[in-house]
Structures are given as C-alpha cells and as structure tokens.
C-alpha cells in the first residue's frame, strides 16, 4: 500500500554510499557563496520577512502608541511616588 510520500516496504530515494574520491562540500550552496554573496541573500530574506508583515492601520498605530506613552507615565508616577517613600523612611530611620 502507499500514501502521498511512497511506500513504507520501498522508500522514495536510495541511500547511496559517498563516493571516497569525492569531498564532501562544507556549506551546501552556501558554501560557494563570497561574501558578497553571502550579503545578497541575507537582503534578499530580510525583504521576505518583511513581506510577511501585517504592518497596523494608521488608527490601530495611534492607539497603540497612545496606550504606551500612558503606560509610561503611569509607571513613571507609580517609581517616582515609591522612590519618594523610601527617601522619606530612610531619612526618618537614619535621621
């Protein structure tokens, strides 16, 4: 019986034994590549990666922006006012 992938009594490829004349390429494709080659695609998947982004609407960035600011200021009142009392019981306990 097989499936999509072949069959489990006949598997699709044949294991080949590596030829000893041969050396084996370190690397893969990558390998042959210089350096400016080596630049080239990592461009080339930086540009596919940002293709894959779904970037936010102009209203969903403003909200999210609006949200953070308002975040940090409250988590800059809430350090402030802790700072605060720590300064006041330290100098109450060392005078």
Known sequence: M???VGSIDMPDAQDEAPD???????????????????LALFYRQIVAELRKVVWPTRSQL????????V????MIGLVTVIDYGFNQAVKYVFG
């Not at 403003?62 to 600011?69: K, L």
């Open 2 to 4: 097989t499936d999509a």
């Open 20 to 38: 000893s004349k041969k050396k084996a390429r370190k690397g893969g494709k990558r390998g042959k590549k210089g350096p400016f080659g080596r």
């Open 62 to 69: 403003t909200t999210y922006t609006t949200v953070v600011i």
């Open 71 to 74: 975040f940090v200021v409250i």
